[in-house]
Each structure stands twice: as structure tokens, then as C-alpha cells.
């Protein structure tokens, strides 16, 4: 296809090339669309045109329904700076699928920068007014529809994959993707048994860090460099084993046989944000591959984890033991192993060390004493919390509670109806604009104020999001602490786990004066305002 050109112009070309997953996946995938077919098509156009080749911009596996791509942008910047005045594609949908976007792009954009487009199967160029140029908009606005089309049914096919359990993602530690079916997953044998190892130790009492510390000192690889090496990556690194990469192990049901998806959703087919779906409405699908580790393990392994956060019992695993410090130079209070007498006493640490060097003093105090003392002030606290008079005034907090959080919800959702509005509004004008009803200056004015107007709603939808969810976590932190109370109040011998979840630290000073910081401020509050006025703590043991 040959076009004359304007004189007197000397074009700088950028040619713009866009394949999409989507196109990828199509069942009947054209192969004039692959990258190379759209590059020859353009550059043939060049030829036959005499036009003065500057650039290319190749946005590979991206979709056109979103206008923040890599190469896209790239190209814009080099308009900016005048490096190109001429943009070639093979048709409107490589510019892109969002008709409103792709329109100001072809009807603002270009002309204001003095750039000439060219979308060479659709026979669109601005640098003639032709009635190929008129009806380009409503060619947009079909490529948006196509791409909506699309994505409904790509999303259609992959629930019914989640839903069959076929897993979609990158084969995790411990597995790889069956050669023969790639949504099945098939163990690894070597990267399984450090699974099973993992498993083994921490049921057998080890904490998260300990078996961290024991796979980086016999050089196990990370699961990241293990992936590198699998691949052919030439590495002699071994990384270092993180708390984080062991509980995440521990915690992924995966490993039963069970593939667990549909976590997250995205809000919609135009936008690249997610949002994270509640557990039930997540897609469980059991025995889709061979389990690495039992189910009964898996339970052990999750009970023992939610039970103690990754703590483990030893030898004279005291109730309060790393709970302790010292009021005076702030360090650890250590607890010393039971004397002949089967006495057990507390002493700061850093006086044990540097004592002969005038620091600190030594804090010496019965530890079975402050033990006893320490659950006694506990449990009065825990029991004003709960009595008539404060469930009443809780009830009523709550009741205030949601009125304002039905009130936040409400203003979010004034806010989002206008900016539809205004969404609305610019797509009307828009229209108005391509018809000739308002000019390109009345259209950019107005475009401008609506574009402030959005961006000030989303601010404030943002603000009342960020306050919502803070009502939302001290909701959510009062019911934890109602079930932690009864809990603790129905247990004969109290836990260490339980100690945690109420106990931030405790401070003893040298005079034996007892600083208790709880980790919830209701307690905290009733512990300095009514224990604290009912009585003096006793001095510890």
C-alpha cells in the first residue's frame, strides 16, 4: 500500500508494534499479528513511502485496554522531545482497546504535538481529512468492545480451569510442571525432600529460625537460586535461608495434594489493580497431585504455628521468659535454672556480663513468686474487662461504631456515583466533539476540569477508605481480645503462646517495681487506671 505524503514536511517515523496475551491465546492465533509481521508490514510501508525511519517501540504480552506500557511510553517521551513527528501502526487496535483514551490520543494528542498517525490496514491518516478519519472513533470503539469480549472469555475459560483444579501459576517449591500437562504439577524430588525436612524438624520442636539457620549452614540453596540453577543459570551462591521463607512453606496447603486459587480478582478488565476475595470465596480443589506432605501433618504443622507464632517449647520455656527487661538500662531480665533448693531467679543480663564494670545492678528477684503475682494482676484485669459495666459501655462503642461506618461507606459511595458522573460526562462531550457540537478548546477546558474533579473524589475515597480500615482493624483487634480473655480466664494452667498475646513486655526496676505493657489498650488503660488505684504491686519476690 502506497500513500502520498505532505511536502515540505520531513517526517521522523516511530513505528509502534503491540501483541497481547490475549492474541497469544486465540484459539485460531493469526500469525499477521505476531511481532515480526507487524514490523515488516511497517517497515515496508516506510519503504514504499520514502519516509525517514527513526524508532521502534515493541510492547510484547501487553494489553491494549490499559495505555501505561513500557514502550508506549517510551515513544511518547521521544515526542516529547521531538526525536519523532510521524507514528505508524498496523491498525487501531495495536494503539490500543480503550475508545476514549485511544480517541484523545488521535483527536488531541497528536494534532497539539504536531504528530501525524497512520494505522495502515484501517486507512486511517491524520495528515488528510478523509472519512477513514471520521469513522475512527467508532472503530475504537468496537476494539474496546472486542477487548472486553475477550477478557470475558479468557477469564471464563481460566474459572473453569481453577474450578477443574488446574493449576495456573509457577510450579512452587517442592514441584514442577508435568511435560506432558502443564496445569499439572509432578514433584521434585530434590527441592521435596527439603520440604519433608522442614516439616520433620519443626514438628519435632525446632522454631522457624533454627531450621533457617540449619538449611544455610549445610548450603541448601534458597528456593530462589535453586530456580536459577534448574534453569541452567550457572551460580555458585546458596543464599540464606529467611523465618519468612520457612513459615511460608509451612503454611501452604499445596503441599497435601490441594491447589488453592482465586485469591484475588481484578476490578475490572481496563484496570491492572487487584483486590483480595475472603477465604470462601476462594476455588479448593484436594488430590490434584501427589502430596509431598500428609494432611495430618500439614494440620500439626498449622496448629503448632497459629499456637505459638513460631516459638517453641524447651527446657525451662518460662511463661514470661523474653518478656522480661530490665527497667533501669532497658536490657533482657534472664531467668536462671532452678538452685539445689529448686529455686528459680530473675536477674538482669547485661549485669551479669558487665557487672565488674559498674553496670546496672543485679535485680535479683524470686521468679515463681512474680510468676504467681504477674497471672493474679492478669486475671483481674481480664475480669473488669468483662464485667457488666464494660460490656455496656463496649455495646454502646460499637453501636457508634457502625453508624459511622455506615456513614463512611455512604460518602465512598457518593464520591464513586460522581466520578461515573463525570466519566459519563467526558465521554459525552467527547461525542459532542467528534460531531462537531463544541470545539476542540471547549472540549480540553472542560476534559481538564473533569479530570480535577475525578482526581479529588478518588483522594477522598482514599482518605475514607484509610479511616474505614482503621475502624475495621480496631474491630477486629476488640474481638480477638473478647476470645483471648475467655479464653485465658477458662484455662487452668495458662500457655507461654497465650502470655504473648496479651504481654508486649514487663519492666522491672531496681527497687522491684513492676512496669506491665499490654499489647491491647483497653487493658492497658485498666491496667494503669484501676488496678493501679485498687493497689500497689507487691514487690516482686
Not at 484459539?27 to 519503504?47: A, F, P, V
Amino acid at each position: 500500500m502506497s500513500l502520498n505524503i505532505m511536502n515540505n514536511i520531513d517526517y521522523k517515523v516511530g513505528i509502534y508494534i503491540r501483541l497481547s496475551r490475549e492474541d497469544e491465546e486465540k484459539e485460531k492465533y493469526q500469525e499477521s499479528e505476531s511481532i515480526g509481521n507487524q514490523r515488516t508490514l511497517l517497515m515496508q510501508y516506510i519503504k514504499e513511502n520514502k519516509l525517514n525511519f527513526i524508532s521502534e517501540y515493541v510492547d510484547d504480552g501487553v494489553s491494549g485496554t490499559s495505555f501505561d506500557r513500557p514502550a508506549f511510553n517510551r515513544m511518547i517521551a521521544d515526542i516529547e522531545a521531538g526525536k519523532i513527528n510521524m507514528v505508524v501502526t498496523k491498525d487501531l487496535s495495536r494503539l490500543g482497546r480503550n475508545y476514549v483514551q485511544s480517541g484523545l490520543y488521535i483527536e488531541t494528542y497528536f494534532p497539539e504535538h504536531k504528530v501525524r498517525f497512520v494505522a495502515i490496514l484501517d486507512n486511517i491518516d491524520t495528515a488528510y481529512d478523509t472519512s477513514n478519519n471520521d469513522i475512527a472513533p467508532f472503530k475504537s470503539i468496537l476494539n474496546e468492545m472486542y477487548a472486553k469480549d475477550t477478557s470475558k472469555k479468557i477469564n471464563s475459560v481460566l474459572q473453569a480451569k481453577r474450578n477443574n483444579g488446574e493449576y495456573l501459576g509457577t510450579a512452587p517449591y517442592g514441584y514442577k510442571k508435568d511435560p506432558e500437562n502443564k496445569y499439572h504439577l509432578i514433584i521434585d524430588e530434590e527441592a521435596a525432600n527439603v520440604v519433608k525436612l522442614i516439616y520433620e524438624k519443626y514438628l519435632a520442636g525446632f522454631g522457624t529460625m533454627q531450621i533457617a539457620d540449619y538449611l544455610s549452614k549445610k548450603k541448601i540453596p534458597i528456593p530462589s537460586d535453586y530456580n536459577k540453577r534448574k534453569r541452567g543459570t550457572k551460580s555458585l551462591t546458596y543464599g540464606l535461608w529467611q523465618q519468612s521463607t520457612v513459615r511460608f512453606i509451612l503454611s501452604n496447603e499445596i503441599y497435601t495434594g490441594t491447589v488453592i486459587q482465586g485469591k484475588r480478582k481484578k476490578v475490572s478488565f481496563k484496570s491492572k489493580k487487584f483486590i483480595d476475595l475472603p477465604e470462601e470465596d476462594w476455588i479448593k480443589v484436594e488430590n490434584m497431585h501427589e502430596a509431598i506432605i500428609s494432611k495430618e501433618d500439614f494440620k500439626r504443622a498449622k496448629k503448632v504455628i497459629q499456637a505459638t507464632k513460631g516459638s517453641r517449647a524447651v527446657k525451662n520455656d518460662y511463661l514470661f521468659k523474653g518478656l522480661l527487661r530490665c527497667g533501669d538500662c532497658k536490657g533482657y531480665i534472664g531467668i536462671r535454672s532452678p538452685d539445689k533448693n529448686g529455686n528459680i531467679y530473675g536477674r538482669c543480663q547485661r549485669y551479669g556480663r558487665f557487672g565488674k564494670f559498674d553496670v546496672c545492678s543485679p535485680h535479683n528477684f524470686n521468679y515463681q513468686v512474680f510468676e504467681g503475682q504477674m497471672l493474679e494482676i492478669l486475671r483481674e484485669v481480664c475480669k473488669e474487662y468483662t464485667n457488666t459495666k464494660k460490656l455496656e459501655e463496649i455495646a454502646k462503642q460499637t453501636k457508634t461504631k457502625q453508624c459511622k461506618e455506615f456513614d463512611i461507606r455512604k460518602q465512598i459511595e457518593s464520591f464513586k456515583q460522581e466520578i461515573d458522573n463525570e466519566t459519563r460526562k467526558l465521554e459525552v462531550m467527547y461525542d459532542d466533539r467528534l460531531a462537531g457540537i463544541i470545539t476542540l478548546d471547549e472540549y480540553m477546558k472542560n476534559a481538564n476540569r473533569i479530570k480535577e474533579s475525578v482526581k479529588v473524589y478518588e483522594q477522598n475515597i482514599k482518605e475514607l477508605e484509610q479511616e474505614l480500615s482503621g475502624e475495621d482493624d480496631k474491630t477486629k483487634s476488640e474481638s480477638r481480645l473478647d476470645n483471648l480473655i475467655e479464653e485465658f480466664l477458662n484455662m487452668e494452667k495458662p500457655t507461654k503462646e497465650i502470655i504473648r498475646e496479651f504481654i508486649e513486655k514487663i519492666e522491672i526496676h531496681s527497687d522491684k517495681q513492676v512496669d506491665i505493657y499490654f499489647n491491647f489498650k483497653p487493658l492497658q488503660d485498666l491496667n494503669n487506671n484501676f488496678i493501679c488505684a485498687k493497689k500497689k504491686y507487691e514487690k516482686v519476690g
